[in-house]
């Protein structure tokens, strides 16, 4: 799995957009972009997930560069219940079971 | 959705004893479950991965002795953490792999162990 590199904390005003950078460089072609999120003593949470076209569900949307080598996942409007630890992780999409490698993660802070 | 119900979601016990934890996939099959460890202000690491019916596969430095998982279903997979001490204090979670989709990864809530 290429290795990814996000900022260790952010925060965001309550009712504005959060902005999520995550970079990726070595990203291979047929590696995918995913987003989890963990809001503290819970287990990680779906976000998104995207190859190479900007996605958008009822959760956030994802904004990859055309170069593959970063993206930003958005929340369009923070809530202070999206206070969480973000990952963006990076691999192929596989159709067997094979773990999940967490990284340090985005601690996102929504503020009132 | 898909759930994974993983309980206790925490519990406290003495230097020595034995607690159980167990992870059931309510609505689908889980083939494999992975098993993670998340100490405080760090990341999840994976400690091991079991399929059902087959031994666990453990990570580099993960005492295996010490970790039993069992996932003798399809539904069911549990880690027992044998004759627990305060180093094993921790937040573990399982996870598993949905048949359907491509994003398909869903964990249970967690468990906060704390031994005294």
């Known amino acids: 799995d290429a290795k990814t590199t996000q900022p260790p904390s952010m925060d965001c005003a309550e009712g504005r957009a959060a902005n999520l950078p995550c970079n990726h460089s070595?990203?291979?072609?047929?590696?995918?972009v995913y987003w989890y999120r963990q809001i503290h003593s819970q287990g990680p949470q779906y976000i998104i997930h995207g190859l190479k076209n900007n996605e958008t569900n009822e959760m956030a949307s994802l904004i990859i560069t055309e170069d593959r080598k970063s993206s930003t996942l958005i929340l369009p409007h923070a809530t202070l219940r999206d206070t969480a630890v973000y990952y963006c992780?990076?691999?192929?999409?596989?159709?067997?079971?094979?773990?999940?490698?967490f990284g340090s993660g985005t601690q996102l802070t929504v503020l009132p | 959705g898909a759930v994974v119900s993983q309980h206790p979601s925490w519990v406290i016990c003495k230097s020595g004893t034995s607690v159980k934890i167990e992870c059931r996939s309510l609505d689908f099959q889980a083939t494999t479950m992975f098993w993670y460890r998340q100490f405080p202000k760090q990341s999840l690491m994976l400690m091991a991965t079991?399929?059902?019916?087959?031994?666990?596969?453990?990570e580099q430095g993960v005492e295996k002795d010490k970790f039993l998982i069992n996932h003798a279903s399809l539904t069911l997979s549990t880690l027992t953490v044998t004759s627990a001490h305060p180093e094993d204090s921790s937040f573990y979670i399982c996870?598993?792999?949905?048949?359907?989709?491509?994003?398909?990864?869903?964990f249970g809530s967690g468990t906060r162990l704390t031994v005294v």
């Open positions: 996870s598993t792999k949905l048949d359907r989709g491509n994003y398909g990864y869903t």
């Open positions: 992780i990076v691999r192929v999409n596989s159709g067997s079971a094979r773990q999940l490698t």
């Open positions: 070595t990203i291979s072609g047929n590696e995918y």
């Open positions: 079991s399929n059902e019916g087959s031994k666990a596969t453990y």
